[in-house]
Every structure is written in C-alpha cells, then in structure tokens.
C-alpha cells in the first residue's frame, strides 16, 4: 500500500503539475544546492512564474521545470548573472537559442554570450541569515570564507552586508567543497585577482588622469576589455592543463 507522500506525488502527477517539494526531488539528483529558498528566490526574481492554487500553494507545470533546469544549468555551467539568464530562457522558449537543451549539461560555450563582468551589481543586500540561506553555505563555511578573504561584505553599517558577487562567490565555494577544496585552498584565486587588481590599476593610471565627457567611459570599456581578456587566457591555460592530461 502507497505511502500518503506517495499518493500525494501520484496525485499531482495525475493533474499535471507537482508541488514544489516534488519539484525539489526531481531536480536534486542533478542539481545538488537546490533548495526550496533557491527555487523560491528564483520566482521573487521573474525567473519563473508557477501557477498558485486557491489556498496560494505553487503548483509546477512540465515547462516550468523545464525552465528551472534551463536556469539552473546556466548558473552551474556558466556561471551567468541572473540578468544573463533571463533573457537567455525567454530567446530559449522561443526557440532562438541553437543547440541548447535542459537534458544534461551545457558544455557549448560563446564569448557573446558572456556577461560584462565590469557591469554594475545588482542592487541586492543580504544579511547573514538571507546570504546562508540563498548560498547553502554553513555558518562554518561561511565564516572560513570570510576569515581567508574570499568573501568580503560591506561593513559599513557594522553588520555584514552581501551583496550579488559575494552569493556568486558563496555558491561556487559550496561547489569547490564537493571535491575537497576548503575556503583555505582558495586563497590563491584571492591572491591572483588581487595581483591583477594592481596590474589594472597601472595599466588603467593614464586613462584616469585624462579629463573630458568620455574619459570614464573609455576607462570603464578598457577594463572591461582587461577583465575579459584575463579570463580567456585563464581558461586558455586551464586547456593546456588539460591537454597535458590527455594520454
């Protein structure tokens, strides 16, 4: 005889749509951070729009897991902007995005598609609770985190504040957790970006002397152009590595 839970799936099923705690199991194997917070988040921020029964719950369509598996996929694949995203999964329902599926894992790649990391943040502001929350990350990892200058919030105000790079941050952390690479192990990327942080700001030394309506805006475009440039020559690098891995 079925458990009530396994009645209540079945049910679902049977009127075409499932709860988000169904919605969580189906997307779990595949997408390990998932949580209900994350899929709620995602709908506060126009990436999906479940239908609501009479009494409010959520009820999620075939398409709309769909959709959540597109998102999600870009976020763990690409590492793409919210922003980015959206407009990716409505030219993706229209059918103007060639090749993409929500099947497996998005392996092509395009510099078009990528985001201008020099673009502003989004005006998000999470507390400690809200950043664990959102992240997945422990009070622990989080803290480890902190201590090794991975992450580094607005203190401002006293408490910490996180805003969109430091969850992006956060989430990719929890990922490098998965294969044993602690917040201690990732000092090295703080310290590279650091380095290059200084490169940049003496490449940069004689654009930002230079006065006129345009001179932010040539500043701006040519970081932007240092900052992409960076990350192709890392992947570059990291494609070395794995060709000398290659038997």
């Known amino acids: 005889m079925p458990e009530s839970g396994d009645r209540g799936v079945a049910a679902s099923q049977g009127r075409g749509y499932h ?3 169904e919605v969580l199991n189906l997307l779990k194997p595949e997408f390990p951070d998932v949580s209900i917070s994350k899929i709620r988040f995602l709908e506060s921020r126009g990436l999906i729009a479940p ?3 009479k009494s409010g719950y959520r009820k999620f369509a075939a398409h709309d897991i769909q959709r959540l598996r597109f ?4 976020q763990r694949d690409r590492y793409l902007p919210l922003k980015v995203i959206k407009e990716r999964v409505q030219l993706w329902e229209r059918g103007e995005l060639e090749d ?4 497996g894992p998005v392996t092509r790649d395009s510099t078009a598609e990528r985001p201008d990391l020099a673009r502003p943040l989004r005006p998000m502001k999470l507390d400690t609770a809200g950043m664990r929350e959102e992240s997945g990350l422990t009070r622990e990892a989080l803290e480890e985190l902190e201590t090794f200058g991975i992450l580094r919030p607005d203190r401002s105000g006293g408490a910490p504040i996180y805003d969109e ?6 989430e990719i952390a929890l990922r490098f957790e998965t294969y044993g690479i602690q917040a201690r192990h990732l000092r090295i990327f703080r310290q590279a970006v650091d380095r290059e942080r200084d490169l940049f700001d003496q490449a940069l030394a004689p654009l930002l002397v230079q006065t006129g ?3 932010r805006a040539r500043a701006d475009k040519a970081l932007s152009e240092l900052v992409g440039l960076t990350r192709r020559l890392h992947e570059a690098l990291l494609m070395q590595y794995l060709r000398d891995r290659s038997p």
């Open 165 to 170: 790079s430091d969850l992006t941050i956060g």
């Open 71 to 74: 998102i999600l996929t870009d």
């Open 213 to 215: 309506p345009d001179a």
């Open 100 to 103: 993409e599926t929500v099947d």
């Open 19 to 21: 709860t988000i705690g």
């Open 51 to 53: 239908e609501r029964t």
